[in-house]
């Protein structure tokens, strides 16, 4: 090609019947408007005139393009955000839940403890009736009952002649001496006592005796009246 001939510009016919920048419908291929003004001539490439859509290369508008990465950034933020929501809901649901299995179980146990609480005084007639030999016949299938229910619900009696005093599970209503034993004990149980697991829901109403010397001096023990043995 010389270069005195004219070079072929590049020409991309534009078929879309919706104008993209004015949003306008576009008249078909040969057609004009009835009102519309007489097209002007255009530049004819090969012999073809450029219909009124046909736009040269370099006058086609350019969408803008997006930043590669910013919608990727805000994906990742936005999905850290609903991570960190979904986690601190199922924390405090969690939380929730063991609040709610705790107080129902408080509830149950309460309501278990105020039941046995009420058949402690009838137990003490059983036990009174079981001392004098009344406890027979209908009466002592009764009572078996009664004691089943307390059984059911975890309560067990303490309380026996010879066990050590302990003031968290004794009540000492007497007290005496005796040289037979060489720690205070609960020699004689006037009434019962029960409990539920670790929880004492009454305690034993007992009498205490004490060793009747106290223990020497070398062992630890103070004398009865520090003044006294001073002065001897």
């Given amino acids: 090609m010389t270069s005195g001939e004219e070079q072929p510009r590049v020409v991309i016919r534009d078929k879309r019947r919706i104008d993209p ?5 576009r008249a078909s291929a040969g057609e004009q408007p009835a009102d519309a003004p007489p097209s002007p001539p255009g530049p004819t490439v090969a012999g073809e005139q450029m219909s009124e859509h ?3 290369v370099e006058d086609q508008p350019q969408e803008p393009v997006a930043p590669a990465g910013g919608a990727g950034d805000d994906v990742a933020a936005q999905l850290a955000e609903r991570t960190e929501d979904l986690q601190r809901v199922t924390a405090e649901y969690a939380n929730y839940r063991r609040r709610v299995d705790r107080d ?9 403890e105020r039941f046995a609480t009420g058949l402690f ?9 079981r001392d004098h030999g009344d406890l027979t016949g209908a009466f002592k299938l009764v009572a078996d009952r009664i004691l089943g229910l307390l059984d059911g619900l975890g309560v067990e009696a303490f309380g026996a002649a010879g066990d050590a005093f302990d003031p ?3 009540e000492a209503v007497m007290h005496d001496t005796s040289a ?5 004990t609960a020699t004689t149980v006037l009434r019962q006592g029960f ?3 670790d929880r004492v829901l009454r305690t034993a109403m007992v009498a205490v005796t004490e060793p009747e010397h106290a223990a020497p001096a070398g062992d630890g023990a103070v004398p009865a009246d520090p003044g006294a043995a001073a002065s001897d």
């Fill in 195 to 197: 409990r539920r697991g």
């Fill in 104 to 112: 129902r179980s408080l509830v149950v146990d309460q309501a278990a």
């Fill in 121 to 129: 005084p009838i137990v003490d007639d059983i036990e009174r009736a």
């Fill in 168 to 170: 968290a599970l004794h």
């Fill in 21 to 25: 920048i004015s949003g306008e419908v």
């Fill in 180 to 184: 037979d034993v060489a720690v205070p």
């Fill in 54 to 56: 046909d736009m040269p």
